[in-house]
């Protein structure tokens, strides 16, 4: 099926999509300060960039975004029905970098929290934090 927007048109639409300070990276940013928590934002110095950076918890909190980075089972996650190859392969692609990503910071020491962008609901805030909270506090 091919694409109903113009080249144009779409190209105007794929630049507003933020890889930063998106509203849930937002959410949970100020209700970790609320807490506390003191952070860094997208150090560049670490793989991957991490959203979140407790240096004096040696943790970072990727929030990660249903569509980009293919969350399984997730009503967010739906691959678009026309350039289907294009998307599998970049999905698959964000997957891999995002595994190898996580292992070499492991690798140097640090704690890695995923959130995904469905868990962070207003409601659920709370509770998201409180299970980030728990992590961070555990030796």
């Known amino acids: ?38 952070y860094r934002i997208n ?15 040696k943790t970072v909190i990727f929030i990660n975004g249903c569509f980009w980075h293919g ?9 678009p029905k026309s350039n289907i190859e294009y998307w599998k392969s970049k999905i698959l692609r964000n997957q891999q970098r995002d595994k190898e990503t996580i292992l070499k910071l492991q690798q140097q020491g640090w ?7 469905c868990e962070i609901q207003k409601s659920q805030l709370p509770i998201i934090i409180d299970k980030i909270d728990s992590i961070i506090k555990c030796p």
Do not use: A
């Open 43 to 57: 150090v560049s110095k670490l793989p991957g960039r991490p959203d979140i950076v407790l240096p004096k918890h």
């Open 1 to 38: 099926m091919p694409d109903t927007l113009t080249r144009e048109q779409r190209h105007r639409c794929m630049s507003h999509i933020r890889s930063k300070n998106t509203k849930p990276e937002i959410l949970v940013r100020h209700e970790l300060f609320r807490r506390g928590y003191r």
């Open 71 to 79: 969350h399984e089972g997730c009503k967010h996650f739906v691959l």
């Open 111 to 117: 704690r890695v929290i995923v959130v995904w962008e």
